[in-house]
Structure formats: C-alpha cells, structure tokens
C-alpha cells in the first residue's frame, strides 16, 4: 500500500482588502494573507510532506489585482520541491477564465491548477479526485462525480472539493450540498474540504481544513492547516497552527460589585507584544453599577492601544444608577439637570430600546468625562 503525506489548506483568500477594518490595522491584515504561504510552506518541509492540497479559495476575488496573482505564484515557486494543487472556489472559480488562463501560464511547474473533474496522479498510486467550481453557485453536488471515478486496485484515492455538507438556513438552496458520506460512497482514503473557515472533522475520513489565517472574528484563534498521512488505514491527521493573527470574540457576564479590572485583564496577555497580533472583541453583558461601568471602560482604554484591534461593546450591560452615583457627575446646576434627565430615559419603558440604549451610552459618558476632569 503506498503512503502519501501531504498538507490540506484552503481559503487563503488572497487580496482580500479588509475594507471595513480601520486604517492602523488593514494593511497588516493584507500582508498576513500573503506571508501565509511561506509558513505553509514551511509547515510542509518541517513534516517531510511534499505536496500541498488547496481546496479552493485561494484569491479572495476572481478578478484579484496582478501583483497579487503574479506574487503569489512566485512564493508558492519559491521551493520546487514543495507540489501545489489547487482547485478554483467559489470566490474565484472557473468562471474567472482571465484569472485561471493567467495562473496557467505563468505558474512555476510546481503549481498545477486542477479545472477537471477527474483523476491526477500525484505520486505513484496515489490519485487527486478535485472537483472545481465552474462558477459560484454551482446548483449540484459536484462530487457526484466521485463514486464512479476509476482507479488502479490498491491506490489512494483523495478527494479535494471546496462546499457545504450541511445547510445552516431553511430557505438556502441545498441542491449543491456535499453528502456527508461522500468518502465512503466513493471509496475515498480522504476528502479535504474547503469553505468553512474553521478546521472541523466531518468524520475520520472527511475534513474541513479551515484557513491558514483568519480573516473574521466567526472562529477564535489563529488559523491552522492539517498535516495528513495516508496509508490505506485510518488518515492521521496533526493541526499546525499557520495564523499570524489571534482573533477572539469573548463573552464577558458581569454582575454588580464585580471586580471589573480583573474581569477585564483575565482577557488581555501578559505578554504586551503578543497584543499587536491579537484582535479582541469584548462583548460585555449583564448589569453594573455606574462606577463599575465607568471604571471598566476606562480600563479598557487603557489597554486598547496595544492591540492589533480591541474593541470593548457594553451595550449588553444594564446599568444600575443610584442617586449617589449622580453625585460624582454634578450636586447640582445644569451637568445634574443633564444626568437626571439621561437617567430618566434609560428608565423609559415609553421610550425604544435603542434610544434608551442611547441615554445609558450617554450616561456613561459622561461620568467617565466628569471623572477625568476630577
């Protein structure tokens, strides 16, 4: 039985511009996606695999800038030992025949574009089934294809597609999703997905590998590619964290007279250079007294600087406000005629959530501004 060890990506989504992301951070998002294919390609080296699997995705568009396309081609060529295969997605599938025609004939000979639903042989005995994307919404299973793909007796068959195995709304169109069993209806040793931008296991022989590096804040941590060894047994399969960036996305519950500085430093690392490559949303929720929530703001703006992005939402937190607490703001005059008035709001059941979430942003505010000014 031949034995074949190989690494399983997908959606580098290269180019992708972060257009909603502010200035500071952007243009570090953009190089990370790039630099992703040397730390593949180390990961490849390190474990002694000759071949990387891309399944799909590999632009963020289908009409990627030039440079984007032409620098991407030469990091993949920078080893010729290292095999790349790749299948068109379905944000830059077959459809985009400038862009493939382009990769084709400037492609290093160790970059091969897969645009055929049928069998390659990778190395001796071992066969690639891809199954590109002619254009983004394909409206089939294109694995279909897979069952009655023919093989020598004995060799590795590997599938390579890039869709769902599920779908995730009533009224989406599931005409196009991928049998959840489709390793085992087309004898597969493996079959490596692309779409899901997690790493997720389907089952032991069916894989989602996720991207090498996060581009949202849906999955936590830094990207990964799987590291998969094949041998006619179960596929042995090693997750390799690739990501430069840690995304997370928390949630915090707090209740009155919490120690809110170390709610809040319980998420932030020790280390303060491992800031600059995290990007942390904090969202808050639960009820705090005034000083509480002032005092937690303001301890994370005194954080907030340090970090790629950080972002601290404490709409989900109900405010408790005591007559006392508005002493802190003004004893009297028109700052006091103001805080009552704002309070009053917050406690307007006449009122619309969102104006009474304006009122206690407001209120916030401004005891956090009369507490600099103290």
Not at 74 to 95: C, E, K, Q, T
Not at 212 to 228: A, I, M, T, W, Y
Not at 349 to 360: K, L, N, P
């Amino acid at each position: 039985m031949p034995i074949i060890r190989f690494v399983h990506t997908s959606d580098l989504h290269l180019g992708k511009r972060f257009g909603t992301m502010p200035d500071g951070i952007r243009s570090r998002l953009v190089e990370a996606r790039h630099e992703v294919i040397a730390r593949i390609s180390d990961v490849a080296r390190s474990h002694d695999a000759r071949h990387v699997l891309v399944a799909g995705d590999t632009f963020d568009t289908e009409t990627p800038s030039d440079n984007v396309r032409v620098q991407a081609l030469a990091a993949m060529g920078a080893d010729p030992s290292l095999n790349w295969w790749i299948i068109p997605g379905n944000h830059d599938s077959l459809a985009a025949e400038t862009l493939w025609e382009r990769v084709e004939a400037e492609a290093p000979p160790n970059v091969r574009l897969l645009s055929k639903p049928e069998p390659v042989d990778i190395a001796p005995r071992v066969f690639l089934l891809p199954t590109p994307l002619p254009h983004r919404f394909p409206g089939r299973d294109l694995t279909d294809w897979m069952p009655g793909a023919m093989t020598p007796e004995g060799a590795l068959r590997i599938g390579l597609a890039h869709g769902r195995v599920q779908s995730f709304h009533e009224d989406a169109d599931t005409r196009d999703i991928i049998p959840p069993d489709r390793a085992v209806s087309a004898r597969l040793d493996y079959l490596a997905l692309g779409d899901w931008h997690g790493a997720l296991p389907v089952d032991p022989r069916t894989q989602y590998s996720g991207t090498p590096e996060r581009d949202r804040f849906k999955h936590n941590g830094p990207g990964s590619c799987l590291v998969v060894t094949l041998d006619g047994g179960s596929p042995r399969v090693e997750t390799v964290e690739t990501g430069r960036f840690d995304w997370q996305d928390v949630e915090l519950y707090l209740t009155p007279d919490a120690d809110v500085g170390s709610a809040l430093a319980a998420h932030v690392p020790q280390n303060a250079v491992s800031r600059r490559d995290m990007l942390l949303t904090l969202r808050t929720n639960g009820t705090l007294r005034l000083p509480e929530k002032g005092e937690l703001i303001a301890a994370g703006r005194s954080v907030a600087d340090g970090f790629g992005l950080f972002r601290l939402l404490t709409d989900g937190v109900a405010t408790e406000v005591e007559a006392g607490d508005l002493d802190t703001i003004a004893a009297g005059g028109a700052l006091r005629s103001a805080a009552d008035a704002l309070r009053n709001e917050t406690r307007d059941e006449a009122a619309s959530e969102t104006d009474r979430q304006i009122a206690a942003r407001a209120l916030d505010r401004l005891w956090t501004l009369c507490q600099e000014e103290a």
